[in-house]
């Protein structure tokens, strides 16, 4: 993937730090927390970081999900999302043995029939378990 074209494309101006995170939430399935894309990028302003991942998720590049800890994870959008406008209806899987998140794009979050009046926008499903090397299997 052309990560300056995508950039560009979204109206973000391209810079290393951008590229650097956009690269790595990219080559992998993972949602990573602050704290571990801190530890990724330790050289890296935290203000920076904090930035970066706003714009990007504003842009609809990252999307925003909360494991069971409560804590926020961020996961490249696999999916073009139009801006400010997640439609990331995948699964996510949060390992309780290892603690990562996985964005299960192949999985579909199921649908949902609404009640009369309520229009659903978005669904945030997260399952806990055992990831594929944690299970044995
Ligand atoms: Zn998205
Ligand atoms: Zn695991
Ligand atoms: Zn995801």
Known sequence: MDYMLQLREKGLKVTPSRLNVIKVLDSSHLAYSHSDLESLFSKMDRVTLYRILKDFEDAGIVHK???????????????????????DDHVHFNCKACHKMFCLEKV????????????????HTLIYGLCENCSGA
């Open 65 to 87: 999900i909360m494991d069971i800890d409560g804590v926020t994870r961020f996961a490249i959008c696999k999916s073009t999302c139009p801006d400010g406008h997640h439609t």
């Open 108 to 123: 579909q979050v199921p649908h949902l029939k609404m009640p009369q009046g309520f229009k659903a926008m978005g669904l």
